[in-house]
């Protein structure tokens, strides 16, 4: 018997397409790359990562990035000119980043790189290092302590250089083998702390050796770059939000 035509004609059901198994698989290569890529930052910048609210945005925005990615990239198949379109813009990307890890000793890379990233030291005459204030007002920089990374934020009302805790066991001080009988007075106010001798103590180019210090009892945020390190330098100045050290 002939089947019916038309409107009544029956319909073979719909078969669902199988996943999509390259968007996960692009997914999790993508979030382990950027999970790769934090933890390096914050290794090289300890302390950008202050509050757990911080945390949580870097994980949020982690998340989205590799969503994002893997529905670029998997969501569903392209045809050869979109192909070739998307392989030439990230091959654009990739021309632009090499240029400017090209530049990045050129004097505008710097003075960008100062203005982008509060903390970082820009030099920007010879024997001259430029420190723009981060949104709070504050100078922070990261230096070199017995060649680990060390956020500091620069306090004249401190008369030592102060490490935390955290960042002075990050730099191989055995802390449990101190004996805190020093005060220091900060803008923070006073405080307890043991005394010690750096190695070394670098800011950028600036670097000094058998730097005195005084590590604190308390957890701090951070660390202080006092008057014991800003002394040793020919000159420093506060001009609107920048801060110049000269040496």
Do not use: C
């Amino acid at each position: 018997m002939q089947q019916p035509s038309g409107p009544w004609q029956s319909r073979r059901p719909q078969v669902p397409e199988p996943p999509n198994r390259n968007r996960v698989i692009v997914f999790v290569v993508t979030l382990v790359a950027i999970g790769v890529l934090v933890w390096f930052l914050f290794r090289e910048f300890p302390g950008a990562l202050q509050t757990q609210a911080d945390m949580a945005w870097t994980a949020y925005l982690a998340v989205f990035a590799a969503l994002i990615a893997s529905g670029f990239v998997a969501s569903r198949r392209i045809s050869g000119t979109q192909a070739l379109t998307n392989i030439a813009m990230w091959l654009g990307i990739v021309v632009l980043l090499g240029g400017a890890y090209m530049m990045k000793e050129s004097d505008v890379f710097r003075r960008v790189q100062g203005m982008l990233m509060p903390g970082t030291a820009v030099e920007t005459a010879s024997h001259e290092l430029t420190i723009n204030a981060d949104d709070n007002g504050e100078f922070v920089v990261f230096g070199k302590v017995n060649g680990a990374t060390v956020r500091f934020a620069v306090d004249t009302g401190a008369s030592d250089v102060v490490l935390s805790p955290d960042d002075a066991r990050r730099a191989g001080i055995d802390i449990s083998a101190l004996t805190y009988s020093g005060r220091y007075e900060s803008a923070n106010g006073i405080g307890h702390g043991a005394f010690v001798t750096l190695d070394t103590l670098a800011i950028g180019p600036i670097r000094y050796v058998q730097v005195p210090a005084s590590v604190t009892r308390r957890n701090m945020h951070g660390s202080l770059l006092g008057m014991a390190f800003l002394r040793r330098l020919k000159s420093f100045e506060f001009a609107g939000n920048k801060l110049i050290l000269r040496w």
